[in-house]
């Protein structure tokens, strides 16, 4: 049946063969790799200063009240925006059988986005007293990016998106494979709930307060804090693993309806989950059953994308041995299976009650974002960088050595946070038993947590490694076997063209 599907999407005459640049992959893809390494230094940190209170305490820019936003903000918006940005540049040019619209226009975009967050990091991290609305942070869980940042990446997503529907626009394939889709909901989406989520209602207030107030205040913050996830990770995500899992597994998908009922279930569902955040919390009580109620209904898009994965790569397991991509994608996809699970459970009542503000929610939202859309990310990055490069891996070696520090390290990470949490959790509601012996507690959990995350980090500057060298060194020169081949190919296409 997929393959079928997957037939009827070519063009009944096939183009002549395009010669991609790439220019614009490889322009965000630096600024990704870039603020991977700044800012998964900055949760490092984070993470020691848990064991070490007093690590750079005469530093104030070093406060872990400062350099913790730093970190959550910079790994989504400096990490995982930009390379879905370049592996955008990468996919919709080839989904769409057409060059990308414009190279030029790929380039400034990434430029205005990394100075956007630079801004936005340093008016989190300078230790400033300030009035300025364009300069001051809302101190709100993903509202902590300044106005005059805001503008930055707003004006930088507009430019990404004229970009990329444009090129939809010229494509000479009629039919949409299950990525575009996703790739359309992720530029969409992003737009709707970014605006929403961080619109200056400040300069337009009336009560010296600023922003929204109340209950509204509560309610659009957590849509917008849990539609970062759901509504921006989470498609992107989903669309680089639909390219690029058929792709290292060379196989086809298992369905594409499948990917289209997973596509529109995710869209209709997710922006209803965001008050789970606030059990037992300053919102109506029906309202909170309303976000238990589709926190539930989730499991249809997860269901849908965990099988359809899975079925692409039946027969094929094989290759998880030496296929890093693959392995990638196939343990973030188990994350992302979990990490929905565990969402959906913690929205009833009774659970949420002992996890709610403890270190399990962190444990929790680092397997969304590092074990699975950070997963999806590296694996599209080994896949598509040597090819945009016209050059081999540098190193397969490194990059199994990456797979498993960060795959291992984040075990390690996530298990410490998870085990340590419940039982904090289970603490806090005794009366009995003194706040400080819960700090006390935790200690060794602390102490695993930023085991884990120094693997997770190192793991990170191996792979920045393995793809500066991959661009820097020059390519092998080829083979007799491989010029006569490319030379029959040639010769083929212009006998066609003739």
């Given at each position: 049946m997929a393959i079928e599907q997957i037939k009827a999407m070519q063009?009944?005459?096939?183009?002549?063969?395009?010669?991609?640049?790439?220019?614009?992959?490889?322009?965000?893809?630096?600024?990704?790799?870039?603020?991977?390494?700044?800012?998964?230094?900055?949760?490092?940190?984070?993470?020691?200063?848990?064991?070490?209170?007093?690590?750079?305490?005469?530093?104030?820019?070093?406060?872990?009240?400062?350099?913790?936003?730093?970190h959550v903000q910079g790994m989504i918006f400096g990490w995982l925006l930009p390379i879905y940005m370049s592996m955008f540049y990468y996919m919709v040019p080839r989904l769409c059988g057409t060059k990308l619209y414009s190279e030029k226009l790929g380039k400034a975009t990434s430029i205005v986005w990394a100075i956007g967050i630079l801004i936005a990091t340093y008016c989190l991290l300078n230790?400033?007293?300030?009035?300025?609305?364009?300069?001051?942070?809302?101190?709100?869980?993903?509202?902590?990016?300044?106005l005059v940042s805001n503008v930055f990446l707003l004006v930088g997503w507009v430019m990404l998106m004229w970009n990329l529907c444009n090129t939809f626009a010229r494509r000479t394939y009629t039919q949409m494979y299950a990525a575009l889709w996703y790739v359309m909901g992720c530029l969409l989406w992003t737009?709707?709930?970014?605006?929403?989520?961080?619109?200056?209602?400040?300069?337009?207030?009336?009560?010296?307060?600023?922003?929204?107030?109340g209950l509204n205040d509560a309610n659009i913050n957590w849509f917008y804090g849990h539609s970062v996830v759901g509504l921006i990770a989470t498609p992107g995500g989903l669309g680089l693993a639909y390219y690029f899992l058929p792709k290292a597994a060379n196989s086809p998908l298992y369905s594409h309806k499948l990917s289209l009922i997973g596509f529109w279930t995710l869209g209709a569902i997710y922006i209803w989950n965001g008050a789970h955040h606030m059990i037992y919390g300053p919102i109506p009580y029906w309202l909170q059953t309303v976000a238990t109620i589709f926190s539930f209904l989730l499991f249809i898009p997860v269901l849908s994308v965990v099988t359809n994965f899975f079925g692409t790569i039946r027969g094929e397991w094989h290759q998880l041995r030496t296929n890093v991509p693959l392995k990638f994608i196939i343990a973030g996809t188990v994350f992302y299976f979990l990490v929905s699970s565990q969402g959906s459970f913690q929205a009833l009542r009774s659970l949420s009650a002992v996890v709610h503000f403890t270190d399990y929610i962190i444990g929790h939202s680092h397997m969304a974002l590092f074990g699975t859309f950070t997963?999806?990310?590296?694996?599209?990055?080994?896949?598509?960088?040597?090819?945009?490069?016209?050059?081999p891996l540098y190193s397969e070696g490194i990059a199994d050595w990456h797979f498993w520090l960060s795959f291992l390290g984040f075990i390690v990470f996530s298990a410490a946070l998870w085990v340590g949490g419940y039982a904090q959790g289970q603490m806090w509601n005794d009366p009995n038993i003194p706040f400080i012996e819960t700090v006390n507690f935790m200690k060794p959990f602390w102490h695993a947590r930023a085991g884990g995350g120094a693997a997770m980090l190192l793991g990170m500057i191996l792979f920045v490694w393995n793809i500066y060298k991959t661009a820097t060194v020059p390519a092998p020169p080829a083979s007799e076997d491989e010029i006569r081949v490319a030379e029959g190919r040639g010769a083929a296409a212009a006998q066609a063209n003739s």
């Open positions: 063009p009944s005459a096939p183009p002549e063969r395009l010669q991609h640049e790439d220019t614009a992959v490889k322009w965000a893809l630096w600024v990704g790799l870039g603020y991977l390494i700044m800012f998964g230094t900055l949760g490092v940190i984070t993470a020691v200063k848990f064991v070490i209170p007093d690590l750079f305490y005469s530093v104030q820019w070093m406060s872990w009240s400062r350099i913790r936003p730093a230790p400033m007293n300030t009035t300025n609305i364009f300069l001051m942070t809302k101190g709100k869980e993903y509202e902590e990016y300044p737009a709707f709930v970014y605006v929403i989520g961080n619109w200056p209602s400040q300069l337009f207030s009336t009560d010296g307060v600023g922003g929204f107030s997963f999806y990310a590296y694996a599209a990055v080994y896949y598509a960088i040597p090819r945009a490069y016209k050059k």
